[in-house]
């Protein structure tokens, strides 16, 4: 299972990214994807997940400025990410599983497959 991450950069606080994770290897309509962010030093901190069948799940942090989205005919998640803040600024990580339950979404032990981070910067 391969997770390519994508989209960030260097944005002014206000403005808006769009992380793009592309999982492969797996029936993608059965995957849990989510993201996390890790800033130096720090635990990974849960930011959104989605399901095939049910509402995605958001960190109160990023609830309201963030949207988890997927397109299934490309197999690909996207995470919009507007009116960021210099306290985003991390890297962030997209995750795959086929098997994690809602309940565990939060706790990054429990996901399966990651990919490899992505820089987000927000300057102030």
């Known amino acids: 299972v391969q997770l390519q991450a994508s989209g960030g950069g260097l944005v002014q606080a206000g403005g808006s990214l769009r992380l793009t994770c592309a999982p492969s290897?797996?029936?993608?309509?059965?995957?849990?994807v989510g993201w996390f962010r890790q800033v130096p030093g720090g635990e990974r901190e849960f930011v959104a997940a989605?399901?095939?069948?049910?509402?995605?799940k958001y960190s109160d942090s990023v609830k309201g400025r963030f949207t988890i989205s997927r397109d299934n005919a490309v197999n690909t998640v996207f995470l919009q990410m507007n009116s960021l803040r210099p306290e985003d600024t991390a890297v962030y990580y997209c995750a795959a599983d086929s098997r994690i339950i809602l309940s565990s979404l939060t706790d990054s032990t429990k996901w399966d497959y990651w990919g490899q981070g992505t820089q987000v910067t927000v300057s102030s």
């Open positions: 989605s399901r095939w069948t049910t509402t995605p």
């Open positions: 290897g797996l029936t993608f309509r059965s995957l849990t």
